[in-house]
């Protein structure tokens, strides 16, 4: 059986026309671009802003720099203060103190403690005797930068001058809260105590430093004494004189109705 089919040239396609929405896509596009430079805008401002924060950073951290190394160059000027305590517990609260500028990391504000004494020799009963005496009972001497009155800063002051004055306070209380510190010796009605002129300083520490020490006796010109060593043992005698510096005596001995002068140790004689 036979089919009548049509050839395939013999179809004619349908006309049929695809419209493109041209428009649209130019609008898409436009809107797509939009987005991009939108997109590129706000990266760029992120960008800025990242860049400006880090330049922030960088100044704050240069400014904490510079504040950190203009408070450990302040010029600080070293002066000697007198600070009272209980009597007796001098060298207990000098290391008291020591130990506070150790552990509170004080040592480019406070420098040297203290105890003013001097040797001595004491001649008692014949016996010599060497002893440390305290030249001023119940105090110490401190060597500190010199204290500011924060009062006294005008509304101009400057930083370091600020800084200085947060030292200082930093400083006073350190010393003045110290164990067995009862305060600063100050002058009249002065908010912040005066330091010793530099002179009676100096005065002080060189009588620490004499290599020779004090002789101390308690005879007296007149006083009469037991000879108890050397030839003149067991004779009597007046004091005549006495020589501290070469730890001698002169005292007057009698002999066959007649006083000589004999000179002795100061060891050599004791009270009657």
Known sequence: METDLPAAEDVAAPATEIEIPWGNLELEAEAN???????DA???TDSEADETDSEADETEAEA???AESAASELPIRRVWYVVHCYSGYENKVKKALERRIKSDGLEDSIFRVVVPIEREVEIREGQRKNIERRVFPG???VEMMELVDRETLTADATEQEKQRAAKSDEVWYAVRNTQG???????GDQQRPVPLRQDEVDKILKRMESEEPKVHVSFRIGQTVNIIDGPFAEFKGA?????????????????FGRETPVELDLLQVEKV
């Open 33 to 39: 671009a939009v987005e991009d430079a939108d997109a």
């Open 139 to 141: 105090y110490i001497l």
């Open 181 to 187: 510190v009862t305060g600063f010796v100050s002058s």
């Open 64 to 66: 904490n720099a510079d």
């Open 42 to 44: 706000e990266s760029e």
């Open 239 to 255: 004091v005549e004189a006495v020589d501290m510096v070469k730890g001698k005596v002169r005292v007057l001995v009698s002999f």
